[in-house]
């Protein structure tokens, strides 16, 4: 199984701030690397896929980078509706297992 | 737009078999895998497995085979039944659309599975 590790497991910044989350995968996936973002008690929502396309809608502050193994998520200019758990996923490999979480605080 | 709704029941007893279907609106179950996704209480984010419109299913083997999945083209709708559950298969359970390349989009709207007697 490809395990995928998120670094920080929490974290806390402010408005305006950039914040990087990394997600590393224990073999090469390419770039089948996803990021979900999720709020208390709702779905995970797909924020971008093959590790840099953003999903239509999503805002541009929000951006994906790297293949192989080490991926990164950048919120550019937090906004308070930022606040939320963010998963990645590798869809490279079954099971397609997802990073155990970053929550952001702000 | 393609939604996704989902349904089953919300307690099960110890050793039963849980049991969830979700109905696909708006759109056809070609050219996408239809997968299942839990949730423990608090925790993060656990693949089950998926299953295609041809009936093709990769699963976790991390569940040691109690997965079974099926679809039903005529009714567009997907299921899951996990058997033998126990406290730990306690979870909310998603469904959702997806595809290798794209990730996973949209999502059902989540159950809440507890297991107690």
């Known amino acids: 199984d490809i395990q995928m590790t998120q670094s920080p497991s929490s974290l806390s910044a402010s408005v305006g701030d950039r914040v990087t989350i990394t997600c590393r995968a224990g073999?090469?996936?390419?770039?089948?690397l996803i990021w979900y973002q999720q709020k208390p008690g709702q779905a995970p929502q797909l924020l971008i896929y093959?590790?840099?396309i953003l999903k239509s809608g999503v805002p541009s502050r929000f951006s994906g980078s790297g293949s192989g193994t080490d991926f990164t998520l950048t919120i550019s200019s937090l906004q308070p509706e930022d606040s939320a758990t963010y998963y990645c996923q590798q869809t490279y490999r079954s099971p397609f297992n997802f990073g155990q979480g970053t929550r952001l605080e702000i | 737009q393609v939604q996704l709704q989902q349904w089953g029941a919300g307690l099960v007893k110890p050793s039963e078999t849980l049991s969830l279907t979700c109905a696909v609106y708006?759109?056809?179950?070609?050219?996408?895998?239809w997968n299942w996704i839990r949730q423990s209480p608090g925790k993060g984010l656990e693949w089950i497995g998926e299953i295609n419109y041809s009936g093709y299913i990769q699963q976790n083997l991390s569940l040691k085979s109690r997965v079974t999945m099926s679809i039903d083209t005529s009714k567009n709708q997907f299921s899951l039944k996990l058997s033998s559950v126990t406290a730990a298969d306690t979870a909310i359970y998603y469904c959702?659309?997806?595809?290798?390349?794209?990730?996973?989009?949209?999502w059902g709207q989540g159950t809440l599975v507890t297991v107690s007697s």
């Open positions: 708006g759109g056809s179950l070609r050219n996408y895998n």
């Open positions: 073999q090469t996936i390419s770039s089948y």
């Open positions: 959702a659309r997806g595809r290798q390349t794209v990730g996973y989009d949209p």
């Open positions: 093959t590790a840099s």
